[in-house]
Structure formats: structure tokens, C-alpha cells
């Protein structure tokens, strides 16, 4: 465990951040799920609507840093690719 004072503090820095880089990393991952849902249910409305929901929840992911700026544009590129697929 930490010892000195600014030790400390940066142990409730670090689990503060951790939290809420956890919460962020589950809203990009909730969003990507409910368009792969929307696809299988073959609701292309519904479908298109939660990709234009997903990527900007994606993009901020990528922007923090949370996830890679490559495996973002993965994300988007496949989920596209499933959208079009479904006309």
C-alpha cells in the first residue's frame, strides 16, 4: 500500500479514472451490441439508427484513448458492412 501522502492521492487518482474509464468502455460496448441486435432482428430503421448512436459513442473511446484508433475504425467499418449487407 501507498506510504506517502502523495501516494495516496494518487491510488484514489488512479481508482477514480479506472471507474469511470470502465463505465465509458461499457457504453461504447452496449452501443455496439444494440445495432449487432437491431441487425439480427433485421430492423434496418432501427439498425441505422443506433449505428449513427454508436459511432459517435465509439469515436470518444478512441479520442480518450480507451480503445485503439484503428480498432475504432474496425468497429465502424464492420458494423457498416453488416448494415449494408442487410439490403
Same mark, same amino acid.
Given at each position: ?6 501516494a ?8 477514480? $479514472?479506472? #471507474? ?7 457504453? *461504447?460496448?452496449?452501443? !455496439?451490441? =444494440?445495432?449487432?441486435? /437491431? ?12 449505428? $449513427?448512436? #454508436? ?7 478512441? *479520442?480518450?484513448g480507451? !480503445?485503439? =484508433?484503428?480498432?475504432? /475504425? ?14
Amino acid at each position: 500500500m501507498a506510504n506517502t501522502k502523495s501516494a495516496k492521492k494518487r491510488a484514489r487518482q488512479n481508482e477514480a $479514472r479506472r #471507474a469511470h474509464n470502465q463505465a465509458l468502455r461499457s457504453r *461504447g460496448r452496449t452501443a !455496439i451490441k =444494440k445495432v449487432l441486435k /437491431a441487425i439480427e432482428a433485421g430492423d434496418k430503421e432501427l439498425a441505422l439508427a443506433r449505428f $449513427r448512436e #454508436a459511432v459517435p459513442e465509439i469515436d470518444k473511446l478512441a *479520442g480518450k484513448g480507451l !480503445i485503439a =484508433k484503428n480498432r475504432a /475504425a474496425q468497429y465502424k467499418s464492420r458494423l457498416n458492412a453488416k448494415l449494408r449487407a442487410m439490403a
